[in-house]
């Protein structure tokens, strides 16, 4: 398939569905952050750049099984001592398990004679992720998608600035592919609170750079021989500050003609995007930023995961500034949208 | 009563139809209002003409944007969410999403359109105009949403909910039938699924979201922008099954007006368990988001514990459960 062009047709034309997944590998990467690469024997549909999987963080098909229809039936169920009482196998009555899936950004993936593996990069923060990280090589997950939008290479653009914060970067390694791919350039802004919660790997004997000058740093990004600004809030690693005092720099020092040629790809947490957002804005730079709303369903059922766009069409109502809105979907409108279109 | 029937095992292959008071389906199960959209949004990942009957989300007169996000959590064994019945409006919907599921009509399932208003005027005319379809098999009226200013008025006032089952029934197409949503925060839901039926009510379903809180500890604050939501998913089964039971033996067995049951449908012995109390209908909600194919799997599990209990009929476990006060039906072989 041909990576993102400007004319985006829903994810659906491409196919999705559920899969039978098996993990390959569950490695920690950082503090609390774990790279999971999930194998898919069977394959899986076309997928793009910004698109999620949502994962069923919890045992796959356990209950159906596990639950004798004779224990519910009478006292028929031979339990033994050190069975496990049918009851403590239904996953409600454990401790705490998930009730929906947990959506994940597609950090990477490949196809290959065994099918197509998926790279999903998550940070413990609650039950659904501590699963994940309880998982082996071998387990089974229970995977849904590709689902979602993509991020959209323009016409005349050919350089993308991928500013990455905290969990937001996973779907930026899946895109710096995709723009290697298409023969764009590209920089890598990467961003954390502090050194030890950076998910990436450092080249050897090459530290960031302290002053934020872009060096191959980086192996998610130099593996494309494109290089990269780390930051980090506490000043433990890179460039002491924000992503954005980072994003700053590199943006002043740009030629007009240059920023007529870039891209900004954002996905992180929420007050960061805006951020970015407005940076790029203030140095007519075109950004597209990739929401992480809380979703239950992930397809396009439940109204849950809105975000409100600017929308002179069928608007919801009006900002106090006068900008007509309209709240869309970020399962399935997004995750994907333009910044000035965001009302934050 | 076949709790042991071994020989007959292989033989029966049980009848999974249900009427609901005229309203034919092929099995029991259907999904809830509110979990599915409007249609073929699961069409991906369920076979969508396996189902009994699909229940639309609340459709209103107009458009409604629904509320600020935050509008959903997750809790233990539940979720809690404040959508605020967000929805494409009346005119779309007839417009945009009834022709699909007129399509999905042919396939099997009966249609139910869930509509919601805020004042009489309005339920009577978005659900007469609704009603009106011939591929609409019933109106599900949804006087029970939590989340909206106005959306408990009419289903914990029995007087208004009366008379307001009485005009919405005048206003629809004869042949369409009229389902009331029960909401579980009232007091005596007896009282008011009592004025339900006498309103004209020819289908009961329950039980709409209860009522409830989480508090995000550190910012002191509701964690859903509307401060409350309504709470579903397995940790209100066993209080849906409860009120099933209750409304059964009060109201609906004599009345007889059949019950579609939900209330954290997942695993088929769920909806066993909500049929023993007296539901003929099952919807699924909060499991769809984790599964959007568990009607389906619950349909295969129900379908086994039939032919294992030697039931020739789904309808034989319809309020069949025993109390301890029961004498006993059939000594045990
Ligand atoms: C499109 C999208 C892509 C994402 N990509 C990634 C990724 O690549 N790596 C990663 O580590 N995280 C990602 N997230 C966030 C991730 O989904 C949450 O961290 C995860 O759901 C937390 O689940 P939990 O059970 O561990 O935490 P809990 O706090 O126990 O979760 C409780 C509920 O809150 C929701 N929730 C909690 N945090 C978030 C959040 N930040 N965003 C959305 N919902 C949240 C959960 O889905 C769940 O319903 C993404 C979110 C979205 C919407
Ligand atoms: C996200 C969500 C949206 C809902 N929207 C509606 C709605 O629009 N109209 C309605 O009558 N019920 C709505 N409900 C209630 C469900 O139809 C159902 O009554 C309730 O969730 C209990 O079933 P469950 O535990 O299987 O989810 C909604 C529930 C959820 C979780
Ligand atoms: S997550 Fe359900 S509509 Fe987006």
């Known amino acids: 398939m041909s990576l993102l062009s400007d004319n ?26 774990y790279v999971l690469r999930l194998r898919l024997p069977g394959g899986f549909p076309p997928s ?49 398990v998930s009730v929906l899936r947990r959506p994940f950004s597609i950090a990477g993936r490949g196809d290959d004679a065994g099918g197509s593996w998926i790279d999903v990069i998550h940070r413990v923060v609650g039950v659904g992720t501590a699963w994940l990280a309880g998982l082996k090589r071998g387990d089974a997950v229970d995977l849904i998608g590709p689902l979602g939008n993509w991020f959209t290479l323009p016409a005349g653009k050919s350089m993308g600035l991928l500013v990455g914060g905290g969990v937001g970067l996973p779907p930026m390694f899946y895109l710096a592919q995709a723009l290697y791919e298409a023969g764009w ?32 740093c980086v192996e998610e990004y130099s593996q494309f021989d494109f290089p990269t600004v780390v930051t980090t809030d506490d000043g433990s690693l890179g460039m002491h500050g924000r992503i954005t005092r ?63 766009i600017e929308s002179p069409q069928d608007p919801h109502g009006t900002t106090d500034a006068g900008r007509p809105w309209r709240y869309r979907l970020a399962c399935t409108d997004g995750p994907v949208f333009q910044a000035k279109e965001v009302l934050w | 009563m076949g709790k042991n029937t071994t020989t007959t095992q292989q033989t029966v292959t049980p009848s999974l139809a249900v009427d609901l008071a005229g309203l034919k389906l092929s099995n029991p199960l259907m999904t809830a209002s509110g979990t599915c959209g409007y249609g073929y949004e699961y069409g991906d990942f369920v076979d969508l003409s396996r189902l009994g009957a699909f229940v639309t989300k609340s459709i209103t007169a107009e458009v409604r944007p629904g509320n600020e996000p935050s509008r959903i959590v997750e809790t233990r064994a539940g979720m809690l969410n404040a959508i605020g019945l967000a929805n494409v409006g009346l005119d779309a919907f007839m417009a945009e ?24 005027d309005d339920y009577v005319n978005t659900a007469g105009h609704i009603a009106a379809d011939e591929d609409v098999d019933a109106i599900e009226l949804n006087v029970s949403c939590p989340n909206v200013s106005d959306g408990l008025t009419f289903g914990t006032n029995p007087k208004l909910l009366k008379e307001l089952v009485g005009l919405v029934r005048k206003a629809m197409r004869p042949a369409c039938k009229l389902v009331v949503k029960l909401s579980p925060n009232v007091e005596d839901i007896t009282a008011t699924a009592a004025a339900a ?9 329950m039980i ?12 002191r604050r509701p964690r859903l922008a509307n401060g409350t939501g309504g709470l579903s998913g397995p940790a209100i089964r066993p209080l849906a099954v409860y009120l099933v039971h209750r409304v059964y033996r009060c109201v609906a067995r004599d009345a007889g007006v059949p ?47 039939l032919r294992q209990q030697g039931c020739k009929s789904v309808t034989e476990l319809i309020g069949a459960l025993e109390l301890h006060t029961d004498p006993p039906a059939a000594p045990y072989p």
């Open chain 1, 8 to 33: 985006t047709t829903p994810a659906q034309a491409h196919g999705r569905g559920r899969f039978d997944a098996t993990v390959e590998l569950n490695r920690v990467i950082c503090r609390e952050h």
């Open chain 1, 48 to 96: 793009l750049p910004g698109q999620f999987v949502q994962l069923g963080c919890r045992p796959p098909g356990a209950p159906d099984g596990a639950i004798d229809a004779s224990w519910l039936g009478g006292c028929e169920h031979a339990w033994q001592p050190g069975d496990t009482p049918p009851q403590a196998q239904q996953p409600e009555l454990r401790e705490r």
């Open chain 1, 185 to 216: 350039d590209a920089v890598g802004f990467v961003g954390a609170l502090t050194a030890d919660l950076l998910a990436v790997t450092f080249v050897a004997d090459t530290p960031p750079d302290g002053q934020g000058a872009p060096w191959r």
């Open chain 1, 246 to 308: 980072g994003l700053e720099r590199y943006l002043s020092a740009q030629t007009r003609e240059d920023a007529a040629k870039t891209v900004v790809f954002t996905c992180g947490p929420n007050p960061m995007m805006h951020a970015v957002a407005r940076l790029s804005a203030s140095h007519s730079v075109d950004c597209q930023v990739c929401v992480e709303q809380a979703m239950a369903c992930g397809m396009g059922t439940c109204q849950s995961c809105v975000v409100k």
């Open chain 2, 97 to 120: 999403k009834l022709p699909p599921l007129q399509r999905m009509r042919q396939d099997g399932p009966r249609i139910i359109v869930n509509v919601a208003g805020h004042s009489i």
């Open chain 2, 197 to 205: 039926v006498e309103g004209g009510a020819q289908i009961l379903s």
């Open chain 2, 208 to 219: 709409n979201t209860y009522t409830a809180m989480t508090i995000d500890i550190n910012k």
């Open chain 2, 259 to 305: 019950i579609i049951g939900m209330g954290g449908v997942q695993y088929w012995q769920d909806a066993v368990e909500f049929l023993l109390a007296g539901a003929s209908g099952l919807a699924v909600g909060t499991a769809l988001f984790a599964d959007p194919a568990t009607p389906v799997t619950i349909l295969e599990g129900l379908t086994e514990h």
